[in-house]
Nanobody, 114 residues
Framework: VQLQASGGGWVQTGGSLRLSCTAS????????MGWHRQAPGKQRELVAS???????TYADSIFGRFTISRDNAKKSVYLQMDNLRPEDTAVYYC?????????WGQGTLVTVSS
């Protein structure tokens, strides 16, 4: 499975961006899809994840500001990011799969200026 992410860019504090990720083939709805991010000098961290039958998972740092959604018919997962902060600056990676077997997209850079 190949994942193609898009939607990153530059935005001022308080602004919004919407990330999109499309898979090259269908990912069963029970398989988690989501977003991780890696800021300069930091480890990659989970931002949000979604799968059927469960509530989405969000990192505490973005809870209430970001919303993850998924369209299985379009083989896509989205991340709506509102009220962005400089600390949200990172490369955002799309991910599909479980902890034992996962696919990663190429990453899209989000830069939030103060």
């Amino acid at each position: 499975v190949q994942l193609q992410a898009s939607g990153g860019g530059w935005v001022q504090t308080g602004g919004s961006l919407r990330l999109s990720c499309t898979a090259s083939e269908s990912v069963h709805s029970s398989i988690p899809m989501g977003w991780h991010r890696q800021a300069p000098g930091k480890q990659r961290e989970l931002v949000a994840s979604i799968r059927s039958g469960r509530d989405p998972t969000y990192a505490d740092s973005i809870f209430g500001r970001f919303t993850i959604s998924r369209d299985n018919a379009k083989k896509s997962v989205y991340l709506q990011m509102d009220n962005l902060r400089p600390e949200d600056t990172a490369v955002y990676y799309c991910r599909a799969g479980t902890s034992s077997h996962a696919y990663w997209g190429q990453g899209t850079l989000v830069t939030v200026s103060s």
